[in-house]
Each structure stands twice: as structure tokens, then as C-alpha cells.
């Protein structure tokens, strides 16, 4: 789903291959940090990996909302930019 996301809402190819590798790299990254995220000390419950997993979680939802919210805002200037424009710099 956030593949799709991230190449939807990339509009040039030079913001697409920016987008796609930041991607990449917090899904490489994401698998480094898990493997430390559940340690032998923390558990049998793993309370701390569990916390630290529920921020993260909670993070997300927060940074998702204001991605949206950018989406949104930034969709609504383009609009009034093209809105602005004659049939004549549309055709440019």
C-alpha cells in the first residue's frame, strides 16, 4: 500500500526516483532496527519492545495525518495555479 501511495503522489520522474529511494531506505532501515526491537533480557512479555513498537505505531498514524494534510494543501496550489491560467499557457 505505501508503494502505491508513494509513486501516486510523486508527480515528476525526479520526484518519483527521490521518493522511491527515501522509501527504500527506511525499509531497509526498518529491518535493522527490529531485529533489536525483542531482546532476551526483555523478555518473557517483551515490555520494552512492545512500547517501543506501540510509538512507533502511534508515530505513524501522526505522520500519515500530516501527509495527508500536505497532499491536500499542496493539491489545492496546483489548483489555484492552473485555475489562474489562460487556455493558451495551458497549451505551453
Known sequence: MQVGWNSRNSNSVR?????????DNFVQARGVISSDVYQKKDGPN????NRSL????VARI???????????????????QWDAMTESEWLK
Open 46 to 49: 517483551y515490555k520494552h519492545g
Open 54 to 57: 506501540l510509538s512507533i505505531a
Open 62 to 80: 501522526f505522520l500519515y495525518l500530516a501527509t495527508k494534510l500536505y497532499i491536500i494543501l499542496r493539491t489545492r496550489f496546483r489548483s489555484r
Open 15 to 23: 520526484s518519483r526516483t527521490v521518493s522511491a529511494a527515501a522509501y
